[in-house]
Each structure stands twice: as C-alpha cells, then as structure tokens.
C-alpha cells in the first residue's frame, strides 16, 4: 500500500499506475532513520521560507501547484540520476520546466541535496548569496517546493520561485 505522499509523487510525475520510481523516492530510505518524510520537508521550507522573508520585511508567498510540480520533476531527475544541476532533462531549466508545468512567470530556482533536515538547508541557501537573494528578493510573490530521495538515501531538493 502506497501512502498519500507517494502516490501524489507519483501522480505529479505523470506515471500511469501509482508506484514508487524505480530510481527515486518520495519517503526516506530504509537504513536512514533520522531522515524526515518528503512532504514533510516540502511544507517546511516553504513555512521557513516565508518566516525569513516576513523578518526581512517581505510578503508571504503563495504556494502554486504548478511550481510544485516543477520542482519535484527535477528533484525527480537529479535524485534518479544523481546530477546535481540546475539542469534537467534535455538540458531543461527551471523556466523550460514551470512553463511545461503550466506556470508563466517563474523567477528563479534553488536547489540542494544531501541536508538531512530543512534548517540544514534553509542555513545553507540563506549561506549562499544567490539563494538568499531569491529567497529574500520581494518582488517574488509564489513558491513550489520538491524533495525527492535517492535510493542512497540523499535528499534532493528544489525550491521553484514565480513572478504572479
């Protein structure tokens, strides 16, 4: 029996039957008990994100299906084929991608893997000039996230940021 989060990982991915990817995973892998579900983490860096853009004086950002989706596609690719970049299949990025998901006005994307936990991440993306940028940059009004597993146990993260 799948749960709620791997079959809505496995219907965003667009696969026919509900099934965990063969190459990634929408929870922690066996063998790594301290890893936190993917849901879970998705929910918490978009909580972080707006909790450092209201301390930083910005508003709070919508969370947008589309931008979803986009993220967790390439979190998808990157944990299937452990390239960690900002581009995805057939050299996509992260603009290519939010329009095939629906989305018109994407902003910018972060993405990470390997952090066990969202402080961890949310440290290191606020460590980052370009991250915090996006994460702090007011004038950006929506937010997707996506965390998938490898089958390592590594999590792969994107955070997909929209103009609307």
């Known amino acids: 029996m799948l749960s709620s989060v791997a079959l809505g990982l496995a219907l965003t991915l667009g696969m026919t039957s509900p099934q965990i990817p063969v190459a990634g995973r929408a929870e922690p892998v066996a ?6 579900p993917a849901a879970r ?6 909580t972080r994100t707006n909790q450092l853009r209201h301390r930083y004086g910005c508003g709070r950002l919508a969370v947008d299906r589309d931008l979803i989706q986009a993220s967790v596609r390439q979190s998808y690719f990157m944990a299937s084929t452990g390239r960690f970049s900002h581009y995805g299949p057939g050299r996509s990025t992260f603009v290519n991608r939010a329009h095939a998901a629906g989305y018109a006005e994407p902003a910018a994307e972060n993405i990470a893997w390997g952090y066990p936990t969202t402080d961890a991440v949310m440290a290191a993306w606020m460590a980052s000039p370009g991250h915090r940028e996006h994460i702090l940059d007011c004038r950006i009004r929506s937010v997707g996230t ?3 597993y490898a089958l390592n146990g590594l999590p792969y993260y994107t955070e997909v940021f929209g103009w609307a």
């Open 31 to 36: 063998g790594y008990p301290t890893a936190v």
């Open 41 to 46: 983490l998705m929910s918490e860096i978009v």
């Open 146 to 148: 996506g965390v998938v």
